[in-house]
């Protein structure tokens, strides 16, 4: 099922279905286009199913004799002074979850007493669009096969809307495209594959470059190289760039964790829902989807995006428990855990972008350890940083988009617990005390003085509970988290 999504100031609803939009104690949305006298019937209709008109619950019943509209559907938006913008998406991904199978469908939300300003109706058809993803593509019977749906969302500000909603169309691609990428099963998205997806964003204007495994040698990252060497599946860094801003303007940095498979290595993890490791590059998924959506929406910002895509298996050749790897820091590793792999490729990843870049800051988005789970979850990232500022930016951006983050310690004592008896490091803490914070003392060795950013995104990348915006396995999460952090502080707007 598909909705195209069109603006106006007013429509027929003949044939159609409906959607109002109705504020606590408020009328609903569009009552006179809706037909003559209808509003006493739906009023009765409100009192006799004691329908509160909270946020996101619906009211379904047959369109009265007197409308045009084939259904009609109340759904409630609450308190209105309440109302943020991610209000307005849950609301838009709940009418695509009642929109049936309507050739049409209708939508009033001008509800009276609510700001349906264009922004918001457009973060509303942001959220159907976003609420109506299905990931069935290898299900040879599909529910909603070649399902189309013609949405006319009705608003004053039909005009502005539309303009509002190709932005927001931008942003939701990203989120589409990141969650396609967790979602792929890794014996059709290989490090080649995910790639040469890379590669496509050229078709937005972006600029692409991808190293192979002789380029990293020559480049000296043994960190990286050591985790796919147990692959017959050789392993790429994808640089993506945008160039949206002043040319002498640095840019803004994204790294990306692409283990497109983690069995563990040698290290090998026990088989209970090691299925679900194919969506351990659920970093590198967040950083080509802000790329898609940065490049898409022409964004006045110079970004790169780095994608460390490697295969973590156990084969002959794989590196062992005890090995010593050189990165291209030059600071020596000692792997005394092949599972502990992620924060290899960011380790390499994270110092190229520093080196060749210079940019004003990094974040790197990993699935990189269980135990920020055991910490916060499924509804918060793990947040750390070395810069309270860029911190401080990122969780407010959490707060705007819901994907929300939680800031946790770095220090000098959690630092010690990765030094080597035999390297400079090892790659975990010894114990399963600290996971997290261990793993993001081991990132923080790779960055020098550059504002940086770690959010671990275990538990949100996959697997997070289901909202009216997400109602698969993965989410997509990050893509309009750091998209809103670009768009809030670092876009030349001038």
Request: glycine content about 12%.
């Amino acid at each position: 099922m598909s909705f195209s999504i069109s603006f106006a100031t007013s429509a027929q609803t003949a044939g159609a279905s409906a959607i109002s939009l109705v504020t606590k104690g408020g009328k609903p949305a569009g009552l006179p286009a809706l037909g003559e006298g209808i509003d006493g019937v739906i009023s009765r209709a409100i009192a006799t199913a004691d329908f509160k008109s909270e946020l996101c619950l619906t009211l379904d019943m047959l369109a009265p004799a007197n409308s045009d509209a084939e259904r009609l559907c109340l759904i409630g938006l609450g308190e209105p002074a309440t109302m943020a913008g991610y209000d307005w998406m849950r609301a838009g991904g709940k009418a695509s979850s009642v929109a049936g199978k309507a050739k049409k469908l209708v939508i009033f939300i001008d509800a009276p007493g609510a700001d349906t300003s264009a922004a918001n109706a457009a973060d509303f058809a942001l959220g159907m669009l976003l609420g109506t993803y299905n990931f069935d593509q290898f299900k040879t019977k599909k529910k909603d096969e070649d399902i189309e749906i013609s949405v006319e969302i009705v608003t004053a500000a039909a005009e502005e809307a539309t303009r509002a909603f190709e932005e927001r169309k931008a942003i939701g691609g990203g989120v589409l495209l990141a969650r396609d990428m967790v979602n792929l099963p890794a014996n059709v998205l290989g490090p080649r594959e995910f790639a040469d997806k890379a590669l496509e964003l050229k078709e937005l204007g972006a600029e692409v470059d991808i190293l192979d495994r002789a380029q990293m040698e020559e480049l000296g990252m043994g960190a990286l190289l050591g985790v796919a060497q147990g692959s017959v599946r050789p392993p790429y860094l994808a640089v993506i760039r945008w160039n949206g801003g002043k040319q002498d303007d640095a840019p803004v940095a994204f790294v990306g964790k692409g283990v497109v498979f983690d069995t563990g290595g040698i290290s090998l993890k026990p088989p209970a829902s090691m299925e679900d490791m194919k969506g351990d590059m659920g970093g590198a998924a967040a950083v080509i989807g802000l790329m898609h959506a940065l490049s898409a929406r022409k964004a006045k910002v110079n970004a790169v995006g780095i994608l460390g895509l490697v295969e973590n298996m156990p084969d002959g050749n794989a590196q062992r428990p005890g090995d010593i790897v050189t990165s291209m820091s030059g600071q020596t590793i000692e792997v005394i855990n092949t599972d502990a792999e992620g924060r290899l490729v960011l380790a390499d990843a994270l110092w190229y972008t520093k080196e060749r870049f210079k940019p004003r800051f990094m974040i790197d988005l990993a699935t990189l350890t269980g135990a920020v789970l055991v910490a916060l979850g499924t509804h918060h990232a793990g947040l750390f940083s070395n810069d309270d500022t860029l911190a401080g930016e990122l969780y407010d951006a959490g707060l705007t988009t819901a994907e929300k983050l939680w800031r946790l310690p770095l220090g000098e004592e959690y630092d010690k617990m990765v030094d080597s008896r035999f390297a400079d490091m090892r790659n975990t803490g010894g114990s399963r005390n600290a996971g997290s914070i261990t793993a993001a003392q081991f990132l923080q060795r790779f960055v020098g003085d550059t504002p940086w950013a770690h959010l671990d995104v275990a538990g949100t990348a996959m697997g997070s509970p289901k909202t009216e915006i997400s109602r698969g396995w993965a989410s997509g999460f990050g893509v309009r988290l750091l998209d809103e952090l670009v768009r809030a502080h670092y876009e030349d707007n001038a």
